[in-house]
């Protein structure tokens, strides 16, 4: 450290003389005292190690206990309280470690809604998402996409309490110009920390290590409510490439990114969603603790891919040690890396990646906790958690029938069917004495829970009262009602995008096909609700999960509005979510330019509204959740065709009353059943 009084360039000069200018400063000055520094410290001996362990925590959603809202009992598979066990299990069996949050932290359970829309935060309150985290000495944390959905003054709010500083290189402040020169970051891009890591000798060093953070720049069309005049999101690579280097040259010795984005390894585009395979190849990062996907790194998802430079083994991706811990704090991310002083800087010579879960599942086929709860956790968030158990409990309406997603993949479903019918209704309302009133109206909706989470995850609503937990179990997302202008080919175009949920089925085969693709997400299942159409499966998808054109394949047959052929170009409103009207899923001619109302309300609210107004409009009786089976399957004889769904009784006895979907009485490994859908059956 250099200590200035009224310092002349020359004096610095000379003092680099009398002291050297190959070690750092640790003790030395002028015969006059115009300055002071210290001595050097000798530099690491050549050949020096140090193991230093990262752990990662992603994707929590505010999880903070084992506890699902939903179903309103202990759920053992997730919760911050659990990856806290873990967390100081591994801390414990390390000589130096550090510890990261990957973002999506204070959305995604009815906790975090509570907090943002029911009790807000006031000057002073602290979020119970860091109440909770400041027990586990962080030492940085990365803003995801979904910090941004309260709006950036919560966000602000809630963040503000965190024991710990936040990241993220890719999201910059509005300042309404074009000179990309004068842009400032909304977060500290990067973070270089000097910690004091012992070798494998047991002597101190000093290792400045640096963090840097990115957000999927497609935050600016799924909260673009929130952001828009207000920040810009740049390419995640490219802003890699700036800081990255600029890190080195202020002293990192090691640089860990922490993408809140997945790992695809096609060919790199500008403002990819997913890009932690092309950060990998950026010179200079040497770890990478990414998250977003919700998925498993190294895990079997990324199997096969050796000539792409995955190695699950050892969890590296092009050479460079990576982790991707799951979500909702089912699992901790590991990497061990193994540090040499050599040539004159800190080398990255060896790595292993690894994932700690916090549950195993039995024979059959229960939770097996593989650690305790964390006693400090738990207690820091306790009060929140009661406050929104009885929040989420509390009746407001009545459905007359029971509502579910079991088969929401395969069959026109009630959960969605609530959703679409909740949209239409509002839009009916606001469009109405204005231009677009004549015009008819459809709604899109997906299903949120259809199993991506596990073999629980499925919506299940008993006859009879119904709470904001379950208004909040059909909509798990605080997007907000849009409204877009389509013409019949958009609109089909949409549907078959949609379509790509499901394998070519071939009808000549006598083998068992699978229908479901698993690389579609779920929630990118549009039905169409307000227009009839069949779904042809022998035919080829047109699009992949990514909205890429594959093949000319025309999947959606049969389309009508009110018993009519629908024309390409008759015209339609349809009503959707933020995330969907703004581009998210890319599907085909959808975007932002296509919305005439841009809605302030969100989508869970219009759908808490509709059910409490066709609850009283029913005399009190409730509302009719029946799914209208305005859309199935072009009938197919010959094909053996199989999907998984829910193993519960409820699932089994509610397949009953489908003759095209019969139970198998079987499972796979990983506890979902078995079903066969009999395409000769109307449906």
């Avoid at 004096?11 to 030395?28: I, P």
């Avoid at 068992?512 to 069949?534: E, K, M, R, W």
């Avoid at 042809?536 to 890429?548: E, I, L």
């Amino acid at each position: 450290m250099i200590k200035e009084k009224g310092i002349m360039k020359t004096k610095l000069l000379q003092l680099a003389v009398l002291c050297g200018t190959s070690a750092l400063f640790t003790g030395c000055s002028d015969s006059n005292n115009d300055i002071e520094v210290i001595a050097p410290v000798p530099a690491p001996a050549q050949g020096t190690q140090i193991e230093l362990r990262l752990l990662e925590t992603t994707d929590l959603h505010a999880n903070l206990l084992n506890y699902n809202y939903f179903a309103d009992k202990q759920d053992d598979k997730v919760g911050l309280v659990k990856t806290a066990a873990l967390i100081h299990q591994a801390r414990a069996q390390a000589t130096n470690s550090v510890l990261v949050d990957n973002g999506d932290l204070i959305q995604g359970s009815p906790l975090g809604d509570y907090m943002a829309k029911v009790k807000n935060l006031a000057e002073g309150d602290v979020h119970p998402v860091y109440k909770a985290m400041n027990t586990l000495d962080y030492d940085v944390a990365n803003i995801g996409n979904h910090e941004f959905n309260f709006g950036i003054e919560f966000l602000e709010e809630a963040i503000d309490d965190a024991n710990f500083p936040y990241i993220s290189a890719n999201v910059f402040v509005d300042d309404g110009d074009d000179d990309e020169t004068n842009d400032v970051p909304l977060f500290s891009p990067y973070l270089i920390q000097d910690k004091t890591f012992k070798d494998t000798q047991g002597n101190s060093h000093t290792v400045k290590v640096g963090f840097i953070g990115f957000v999927p720049p497609q935050i600016m069309q799924w909260d673009k409510a929130n952001l828009q005049g207000k920040v810009i999101a740049k390419d995640i690579v490219a802003m890699a490439n700036k800081y990255v280097p600029e890190m080195k040259r202020k002293g990192a010795d090691i640089v860990i990114a922490i993408p809140h984005s997945g790992l695809e390894v096609a060919e790199h585009k500008q403002m990819e969603e997913n890009a932690s395979y092309h950060l990998s190849k950026v010179t200079g990062i040497d770890a990478i603790l990414f998250g977003h996907a919700h998925a498993n790194f190294p895990g079997s998802r990324y199997e096969g891919m050796a000539d792409k430079g995955i190695d699950i083994e050892k969890g590296t991706v092009n050479g460079v040690a990576a982790v991707m811990p799951g979500f909702w704090g089912n699992h901790l991310g590991v990497i061990d890396l193994t540090l040499q002083y050599s040539a004159g800087e800190w080398q990255v010579t060896d790595s292993q990646s690894s994932l700690q879960a916090i549950y195993e599942t039995g024979d059959n086929r229960q939770t097996i906790a593989l650690v305790d709860n964390d006693p400090e956790v738990e207690a820091a968030v306790t009060h929140e958690h009661t406050q929104t158990r009885t929040w989420v409990n509390e009746p407001f309406a009545k459905v007359t029938g029971s509502v579910n997603s079991f088969f929401a993949l395969v069959n026109d479903d009630p959960s969605i069917q609530i959703v679409t019918d909740a949209q239409t209704w509002y839009t009916q309302k606001i469009v109405q004495g204005t231009e677009l009133a004549d015009l008819p109206i459809l709604s899109a909706g997906a299903p949120f829970r259809a199993g991506r989470g596990g073999a629980d995850d499925y919506t299940s609503i008993a006859q009879g009262d119904i709470a904001y937990r379950n208004v909040a179990d059909l909509y798990i997302y605080p997007n907000v009602l849009k409204v877009l202008k389509l013409n019949g080919a958009e609109v089909k175009e949409w549907l078959e995008m949609s379509a790509g949920q499901f394998n070519q089925v071939d009808s000549a085969s006598v083998e068992t096909q699978s229908l479901i693709n698993s690389a579609f997400p779920s929630y990118n299942f549009d039905v169409i609700d307000g227009v009839t159409y069949q779904i042809d499966v022998a035919q080829p998808a047109r699009y992949d999960s990514k909205g890429v054109k594959v093949s000319d394949g025309e999947r959606i047959v049969s389309l009508q509005y009110q018993g009519k052929d629908v024309t390409a170009a008759q015209q339609f409103l349809v009503a959707t979510n933020n995330y969907r009207a703004s581009g998210g899923g890319n599907f085909p001619n959808i975007g932002a330019d296509k919305i005439v109302i841009d809605s302030p309300n969100e989508n869970r609210q219009v759908v808490a509204d509709y059910i409490a107004y066709q609850s009283e409009q029913n005399a009190g009786k409730g509302l009719d959740p029946s799914a209208d089976m305005n859309w199935g399957f072009a009938p197919n004889s010959h094909a053996d065709i199989q999907f998984i769904s829910s193993n519960s009784d409820d699932a089994k006895t509610y397949s009953q009353q489908f003759g095209h979907i019969q139970a198998l009485n079987k499972t796979n490994p990983d506890g979902f059943a078995l079903y066969r859908l009999d395409l000769t059956q109307p449906n």
